[in-house]
C-alpha cells in the first residue's frame, strides 16, 4: 500500500492529498439517492476481486426483462398489474446499473486513476 | 420497438447518440440495460420509423416517457414539447447541477422534460408526490391518481455519486491484463471518447 500511495499519485500527476482522498471516496462511496437495500451490498463490494467486478460490471438486465420494459414503455395505457410490473422492472434496472456504476468506480480507483467528481 | 428496426440503422443511430441516452446521458457501459432505440415521435402518435425520428434512450428514460411528445413546463404550467435529442442541443435545455449529480431543465422544454423524465428523482418518497411531479399528464387512459413510485433514486445521479469515471476503464484492463466481457470493449472505448464532453454533449 506504501508502494502505491508513493506510485499513484506520480502515475496520475495528482497531489497525494487528492488521490487518497479518490481512494478513500472509492472505499466510502457516497450513498445519498442509493435505496437503503442496496447500500450495505456496495460498500461490500469493495473487498470483491477485480474479476469479480469485471463481471458485474459487464451485467445487463435479462433479454426478456429488456423487452419487457421497452414494450410496457410503449404502451399508450396501463392496467394497474402493468404498471407495477413496470416499476418492478424499473427497480431491477436500477439495481442493475448501481451495482455496475460501483464496480467501475472500484475498477477505476483500483487502476489509479480518480472518480468522476476529481474529472468533473 | 427497436426489434422493427434494421440493424444498420441501429448502429448509426446509437453512434450517432455516442451510446448515450439522449435525456440523461447515461453512457451505455454503465447502464444497466441495452439501451433502446426510441421513436422520438412515438409509433403511437405516427412516428415514423425514419433516421430523423430515431435516439438512443435508457431504459429508465423511455419508461417515463412512455408514448408522450409534450408536457407541462412546471414554472408555468403551460404544456410544451419534449426535448427532441437529435434536433435539440442539450445543453441549451439542460444543466448539471449539485455537482453533477442532477439535471435541472433551462428552458419550458428543459423543465418539463426534467419533469415528466423524472430526470431529478430523488429517493426521498415524499418528493415522488409533490404537486410538480403528480401533475404530469399521463398517456391518454391512465389514471392520474396512479401510485407512488418506489423509493428509488434515478441510477444516472447515484451512479454519478459513485464516483464513475468512465476514462479508466481502458487503462484498467491494460493493467489487469484482461480481456473485456464480451461486448464491453467498445462500450468502453465509446466512453473514452465521448465522456469528456459530456457537460456539452451536442456542440
Same mark, same amino acid.
Given at each position: 500500500?506504501?508502494?502505491?500511495?508513493?506510485?499513484?499519485?506520480?502515475?496520475?500527476?495528482?497531489?497525494? &492529498?487528492?488521490?487518497?482522498? =479518490?481512494?478513500?471516496?472509492?472505499?466510502?462511496?457516497?450513498?445519498?439517492?442509493?435505496?437503503?437495500?442496496?447500500?450495505?451490498?456496495?460498500?461490500?463490494?469493495?473487498?470483491?476481486?477485480?474479476?469479480?467486478?469485471?463481471?458485474?460490471?459487464?451485467?445487463?438486465?435479462? &433479454? =426478456?426483462?429488456? *423487452?419487457?420494459?421497452? &414494450?410496457?414503455?410503449? *404502451?399508450?395505457?396501463?392496467?394497474?398489474?402493468?404498471?407495477?410490473?413496470?416499476?418492478?422492472?424499473?427497480? *431491477?434496472?436500477?439495481?442493475?446499473?448501481?451495482?455496475?456504476? *460501483? =464496480?467501475?468506480?472500484?475498477?477505476?480507483?483500483?487502476?489509479?486513476?480518480?472518480?468522476?467528481?476529481?474529472?468533473? | 420497438?427497436?426489434?422493427?428496426?434494421?440493424? @444498420?440503422?441501429?448502429?448509426?443511430?446509437?453512434?450517432?447518440?455516442?451510446?448515450?441516452?439522449?435525456?440523461?446521458?447515461?453512457?451505455?457501459?454503465?447502464?444497466?440495460?441495452?439501451?433502446?432505440?426510441?421513436?422520438?415521435?412515438?409509433?403511437?402518435?405516427?412516428?415514423?420509423?425514419?433516421?430523423?425520428? #430515431?435516439?438512443?434512450?435508457?431504459?429508465?428514460?423511455?419508461?417515463?416517457?412512455?408514448?408522450?411528445?409534450?408536457?407541462?413546463?412546471?414554472?408555468?404550467?403551460?404544456?410544451?414539447?419534449?426535448?427532441?435529442?437529435?434536433?435539440?442541443?442539450?445543453?441549451?435545455?439542460?444543466?448539471?447541477?449539485?455537482?453533477? $449529480?442532477?439535471?435541472?431543465?433551462? $428552458?419550458? $422544454?428543459?423543465?418539463?422534460?426534467?419533469?415528466? #423524465?423524472?430526470?431529478?428523482?430523488?429517493?426521498?418518497?415524499?418528493?415522488?408526490?409533490?404537486?410538480?411531479?403528480?401533475?404530469?399528464?399521463?398517456?391518454?387512459?391512465?389514471?392520474?391518481?396512479?401510485?407512488?413510485?418506489? @423509493?428509488?433514486?434515478?441510477?444516472?445521479?447515484?451512479?454519478?455519486?459513485?464516483?464513475?469515471?468512465?476514462?479508466?476503464?481502458?487503462?484498467?484492463?491494460?493493467?489487469?491484463? $484482461?480481456?473485456?466481457?464480451?461486448?464491453?470493449?467498445?462500450?468502453?472505448?465509446?466512453?473514452?471518447?465521448?465522456?469528456?464532453?459530456?457537460?456539452?454533449?451536442?456542440?
Amino acid at each position: 500500500m506504501i508502494r502505491r500511495a508513493g506510485w499513484a499519485p506520480r502515475a496520475v500527476h495528482q497531489p497525494v &492529498e487528492d488521490v487518497i482522498a =479518490a481512494i478513500l471516496d472509492g472505499v466510502l462511496p457516497a450513498l445519498d439517492d442509493v435505496p437503503a437495500d442496496m447500500q450495505a451490498e456496495l460498500v461490500e463490494m469493495t473487498w470483491l476481486d477485480d474479476v469479480a467486478l469485471l463481471a458485474i460490471a459487464g451485467a445487463l438486465l435479462s &433479454e =426478456a426483462d429488456r *423487452r419487457r420494459l421497452v &414494450e410496457l414503455s410503449g *404502451r399508450d395505457s396501463l392496467s394497474d398489474a402493468e404498471r407495477k410490473e413496470l416499476d418492478g422492472l424499473r427497480e *431491477r434496472y436500477g439495481k442493475v446499473t448501481l451495482r455496475k456504476a *460501483r =464496480a467501475l468506480a472500484l475498477l477505476s480507483v483500483r487502476s489509479g486513476k480518480g472518480s468522476l467528481a476529481q474529472a468533473a | 420497438m427497436s426489434e422493427a428496426i434494421p440493424r @444498420a440503422l441501429r448502429e448509426r443511430v446509437a453512434e450517432e447518440a455516442r451510446h448515450r441516452c439522449g435525456y440523461c446521458l447515461t453512457d451505455q457501459g454503465v447502464s444497466g440495460a441495452q439501451m433502446h432505440i426510441e421513436h422520438i415521435v412515438p409509433r403511437a402518435r405516427g412516428g415514423r420509423t425514419l433516421r430523423s425520428n #430515431l435516439w438512443l434512450s435508457c431504459g429508465w428514460c423511455n419508461s417515463f416517457k412512455r408514448t408522450r411528445i409534450a408536457a407541462p413546463d412546471p414554472a408555468t404550467g403551460v404544456e410544451v414539447v419534449l426535448f427532441n435529442p437529435r434536433e435539440q442541443d442539450w445543453s441549451q435545455h439542460f444543466r448539471w447541477v449539485d455537482g453533477g $449529480t442532477r439535471i435541472v431543465g433551462l $428552458t419550458p $422544454t428543459g423543465r418539463a422534460t426534467v419533469e415528466a #423524465l423524472r430526470l431529478k428523482m430523488s429517493r426521498a418518497p415524499s418528493e415522488h408526490s409533490s404537486a410538480a411531479e403528480t401533475s404530469i399528464p399521463l398517456p391518454a387512459g391512465e389514471r392520474q391518481d396512479r401510485p407512488q413510485a418506489p @423509493a428509488w433514486s434515478r441510477p444516472p445521479a447515484a451512479t454519478r455519486r459513485l464516483g464513475v469515471d468512465l476514462r479508466a476503464q481502458g487503462p484498467v484492463l491494460h493493467q489487469l491484463g $484482461t480481456q473485456p466481457v464480451s461486448g464491453m470493449r467498445r462500450s468502453w472505448e465509446t466512453a473514452a471518447r465521448a465522456r469528456p464532453q459530456a457537460h456539452l454533449p451536442r456542440g
